[in-house]
């Protein structure tokens, strides 16, 4: 598609765009009316603080490599937004729904001569995440150079008529502006050219979570790991379970939960839910925790400290904290669909249980450990309650070392990147 129609199709859903705020469901603007100094820049559109921990060490490299620019963090979601300053307290960090209004505001603010969209979407509503085309094109315009890492295509049918629309009009316009795609596997690599990727700017360089499993040294722990320090020191035993979005697989970890505490009465669950800024989601969690008779304390409601003792389980209501937590569990529980290697990154024997959906970006890695023995699956509570204690008592330590043996002779992911993002990078530093 030629610049001269992309530019017309951009023109159109501008009008589109429109006429949707005068119906009233625009959001206001979240860049602010003050603008900073204006000052050069390159920005990386990361959505969650998953795609954040699997992208950081590249993002660093970038960063690393361009030290005249500023760096700025763009998220769709507003609560990720403190997580995303801990972790590159030097970056400016925006948070937008995507309105072409807020595209050429950052761009007038921080003009960006590289925009790296790290992992998701590489096509507007493909998943649960909007990256707009505004965001790519007006910083495309500004002279961007465009790039994609760690690539992964979901499939998802566009939420919105605005998003039907932007797909329609600029997918495959928005594809051939890239010059550099980097994606995990040939499949994504296949689906892209056949929506418009130019074949020869489109590569597969394999998962960047791999990379951090074979680091030899685990990462610094994130400051929710001392709020176990109390815990650990009373020799009370660790249970950490993460990322539990579905209602069945709660009801299981906690009825484990009960069941392991006959055994062992002094243990300790630590339960992050997803999207805990959602105060019904903490609500039914609350219920569930009330009916099954286990005392629960907040993490929101300990500013000074975690006592040892005075509740059952610890509710991660915050975000960015639970990776640190993994770092002082027993054992880990990942809930389904979400990323195995963080606890395995600290070498904690790790369960699992459900059925996994094939279009996420965690069930390759999923499936990989699993068929290599290094994860345990538990179809009810009672074999999970049994897991867990024999994770306690340190008979599962080769849970990890199977996965250690699984994936430590892959390649590279970050070398391979930043093999393939040379290029562009040279020309920029």
């Known amino acids: ?5 992309w530019r017309a199709r951009y023109a159109a859903l501008r009008v589109a765009e429109t006429l949707s705020d005068l119906r009233g469901n625009a959001a206001g603007p979240v860049l602010g009316d003050t603008p900073p100094p ?7 559109f990361v959505s969650t603080i998953g795609e954040l921990h699997s992208t950081a060490p590249l993002l660093a490299a970038v960063q690393a490599r361009l030290p005249g620019l500023r760096m700025v963090l763009v998220t769709d979601h ?9 972790r590159f307290p030097e970056a400016d960090v925006v948070h937008t729904r995507g309105h072409s209004r807020d595209a050429k505001r950052l761009a007038g603010w921080r003009p960006p001569a590289l925009v790296v969209v790290a992992e998701i979407p590489l096509l507007p509503g493909d998943a649960p995440c909007r990256c707009s085309a ?3 094109l007006e910083a495309r315009a500004a002279g961007a150079r465009l790039v994609a890492v760690n690539g992964w295509l979901y499939g ?3 939420p919105s008529r605005m998003d039907r629309l932007e797909r329609r009009l600029l997918g495959p316009a928005l594809l051939g502006q890239y010059d550099t795609i980097c994606v ?4 994504q690599r296949n689906t892209l050219v056949a929506h418009g990727a130019a074949p020869d700017r489109t590569h597969v360089v394999g998962n960047l979570k791999l990379d951090a499993l074979r680091s030899a040294a685990p990462l610094p722990a994130q400051p929710g790991a001392a709020l176990l320090r109390a815990v650990a020191a009373a020799g009370r035993p660790v249970v950490v379970a993460g990322s539990l979005t579905r209602q069945d697989e709660e009801s299981l970890l906690l009825d484990a939960f009960v069941e392991l505490r006959r055994q062992r009465p002094g243990a300790l669950l630590v339960v992050a839910p997803r999207h805990p800024e959602v105060v019904s989601n903490l609500e039914r969690l609350d219920g569930a925790l009330a009916r099954r008779g286990l005392q629960a304390s907040r993490r929101s409601a300990l500013r000074e400290g975690l006592p040892a ?3 059952d389980v610890l509710v991660l209501d915050t975000i960015g904290e639970l990776r640190g937590c993994y770092a002082d569990a027993d054992v880990a529980h990942v809930g389904v669909d979400h990323n195995v290697l963080e606890p395995l990154l600290f070498g904690k024997p790790t369960t699992v249980s459900g059925r996994w959906c094939r279009d996420y970006p965690s069930y390759p890695v999923f499936r990989r450990l699993s068929d290599a023995g290094a994860l345990q699956h538990a179809a009810d509570a009672g074999a999970l309650a049994r897991a867990w204690d024999e994770a306690i008592a340190g008979r599962l330590a080769g849970l990890v070392e199977a996965a250690r043996r699984e994936l430590g002779a892959e390649p590279s992911s970050l070398e391979r990147h930043l093999a393939v993002l040379e290029p562009v990078l040279s020309r920029l530093a």
């Open 1 to 5: 598609m030629t610049e001269r129609a």
């Open 38 to 44: 204006r000052q050069p820049a390159w920005w990386a």
């Open 78 to 86: 507003e609560h990720y937004v403190p997580s995303y300053r801990a």
């Open 134 to 136: 505004a965001l790519l």
């Open 156 to 158: 998802d049918t566009p």
């Open 184 to 187: 995990q596997a040939e499949a």
């Open 309 to 311: 003792e005075g509740f």
